[in-house]
T-cell receptor, first 116, second 112 residues
């Protein structure tokens, strides 16, 4: 196991409410990612982080914000959830060898979010 | 921008059949290519990768060859098992491995 835990694993919420998903790693990896998985779209990158307080947008970042105040935690926040944000959210960390990324991502088990 | 196109599924096979899942890509430069697999209820895990043209990645009986001339990275297995039933994602990285771009995934169903 790559030491990634996501919480909560399942959440049902109502439109307009704020939601925060947490990703915790025990591997001390520099790069962390949030993806969403939807039928017909595969995985799409929402945001990623390359260090504490260093984050950048992915291809579907609208409506999402992230924070990384510690190496081990990467939070994804939906300030005001919408039905279009119903999805399965995956956190991932990037494997490193010899101080360089290898391209292999280790994924968490996913957080299923339903916005009613 | 960079993109990956996979064949639509589901792909339905009988046990011991030959598998091919097609993947083509569009990218500038010389990307690295990956196949990830997702078993039911789990996150994705790396199946194999190739980092330069003509490289062959292999793992668990699966193989894929990086074909720059056809911009393809097709996944093959000579004899599938029921336990291979999963969703397979082709992906590329063109930014020093810092970001991966995934295809839409192909579901494989293998029956006994």
């Amino acid at each position: 196991d790559a030491g990634i835990t996501q919480s909560p694993r399942h959440k049902v919420t109502e439109t307009g409410t704020p939601v925060t998903l947490r990703c915790h790693q025990t591997e001390n990896h520099r790069y962390m990612y949030w993806y969403r998985q939807d039928p017909g779209h595969g995985l799409r990158l929402i945001h990623y982080s390359y260090g504490v307080k260093d984050t950048d947008k992915g291809e579907v970042s609208d409506g999402y914000s992230v924070s990384r105040s510690k190496t081990e935690d990467f939070l994804l926040t939906l300030e005001s959830a919408t039905s279009s944000q119903t999805s399965v959210y995956f956190c991932a960390i990037s494997a490193r060898t010899g101080g360089r990324e290898t391209g292999e991502l280790f994924f968490g088990e996913g957080s299923r979010l339903t916005v009613l | 921008g960079d993109s990956v196109t996979q064949m639509e599924g589901p792909v339905t096979l009988s046990e011991e059949a030959f598998l091919t899942i097609n993947c083509t890509y569009t990218a500038t430069g010389y990307p690295s290519l990956f196949w990830y697999v997702q078993y039911p209820g789990e996150g994705l895990q790396l199946l194999l990768k190739a980092t330069k043209a003509d490289d062959k990645g292999s793992n668990k009986g699966f193989e894929a060859t990086y074909r720059k001339e056809t911009t393809s990275f097709h996944l093959e297995k000579g004899s599938v098992q029921v336990s291979d039933s999963a969703v397979y994602f082709c992906a590329l990285s063109n930014t020093g491995f810092q970001k991966l771009v995934f295809g839409t995934g192909t579901r494989l169903l293998v029956s006994p």
